[in-house]
């Protein structure tokens, strides 16, 4: 095994590493080499309405916790003192705390970068509202949580059947609403029943009937 960028032959000891290493931006190999966090996934609340069957974190609309705005933006300033350069933004569903849009324009306004990941139930009013912060440089990528486009299979992960539709229409909320389609990234929690159609679904991630492009990941050099 050859080496890669700052990382020598016998640092990549795990099969897998020499391909990993190669994706991964200069920024954030220099900082594994240095042992410096430079990204933090957190947890705003436990709410959701992804009624995902699978969920670890046991998330509903009913039973959860939300903290609160002003221990938010005290952990974010924490954070840029550490020196964490971004946050990804999960739950539950982040777009179920109360204050999320303020929080996160908080957070831009530190110097943070933003990754919104949710459970896919995006209305029109909600996709501009994201659109106007990554229109000020606020949020850098939206996630968008849709498994499969086969009802059969959504209904054995998911409690909800009406949810696929509304998950599918809220992609198209977030390109209507004019939020670049590089910065709109599909999830997908890969189980049994997801990969007996996992190649339907990549297909329509790469290129779906209205000649609109997913993209897996974002080309960054700066973080």
Same mark, same amino acid.
């Given at each position: 095994m050859t080496?890669?960028?700052?990382?020598? /032959?016998? $640092?990549l000891?795990?099969? *897998?590493?020499?391909t990993?290493?190669?994706?991964?931006?200069? *920024?954030?190999?220099k900082?594994?080499e240095e042992?410096q966090?430079i990204?933090?996934?957190f947890?705003?609340?436990?709410?959701? %309405?992804?009624?995902c069957?699978?969920?670890?974190?046991?998330?509903?609309?009913?039973? &959860?916790?939300? $903290?609160?705005?002003?221990k938010?933006?005290?952990?974010?300033?924490?954070?840029?003192?550490?020196?964490?350069? %971004?946050?990804?933004?999960?739950?539950?569903?982040?777009? $179920?705390?109360?204050?999320?849009?303020?929080?996160?324009? &908080?957070?831009?306004?530190t110097?943070l970068r933003?990754?919104?990941?949710? /459970?896919?139930?995006?209305?029109? !009013? %909600?996709?501009?509202?994201? %659109?106007?912060?990554v !229109?000020?440089?606020c949020l850098?990528?939206?996630?968008?949580?849709?498994?499969?486009?086969?009802?059969e299979?959504?209904?054995?992960?998911?409690r909800?059947?009406?949810?696929?539709?509304?998950?599918?229409?809220?992609?198209?909320n977030?390109?209507?609403? *004019?939020?670049?389609?590089?910065?709109?990234?599909?999830?997908m #929690? &890969?189980?049994?029943?997801? /990969? #007996?159609a996992?190649?339907?679904?990549?297909?329509?991630?790469?290129?779906?009937? *209205?000649?609109n492009?997913w993209?897996?990941?974002?080309?960054?050099?700066? &973080?």
């Amino acid at each position: 095994m050859t080496s890669r960028g700052c990382y020598s /032959a016998e $640092m990549l000891t795990q099969p *897998g590493d020499e391909t990993f290493f190669r994706f991964t931006s200069p *920024g954030k190999q220099k900082a594994v080499e240095e042992l410096q966090p430079i990204q933090v996934d957190f947890e705003v609340t436990t709410r959701c %309405a992804g009624s995902c069957r699978f969920c670890f974190t046991s998330s509903t609309t009913g039973n &959860y916790t939300t $903290m609160p705005t002003v221990k938010v933006k005290e952990l974010l300033d924490e954070f840029v003192g550490l020196g964490i350069r %971004a946050i990804h933004w999960l739950g539950g569903d982040p777009l $179920m705390h109360p204050d999320i849009y303020d929080i996160i324009a &908080y957070a831009g306004k530190t110097g943070l970068r933003s990754n919104l990941f949710t /459970a896919g139930i995006i209305s029109k !009013e %909600a996709a501009q509202k994201l %659109a106007r912060l990554v !229109e000020e440089d606020c949020l850098h990528l939206v996630g968008i949580h849709i498994d499969t486009l086969r009802q059969e299979v959504h209904d054995i992960i998911n409690r909800n059947p009406k949810l696929l539709s509304i998950k599918i229409q809220s992609y198209y909320n977030l390109i209507e609403a *004019g939020i670049p389609k590089p910065k709109i990234r599909p999830c997908m #929690t &890969y189980t049994k029943p997801v /990969a #007996t159609a996992v190649e339907e679904t990549f297909d329509w991630y790469a290129q779906d009937k *209205g000649g609109n492009v997913w993209y897996l990941g974002e080309a960054v050099d700066n &973080y």
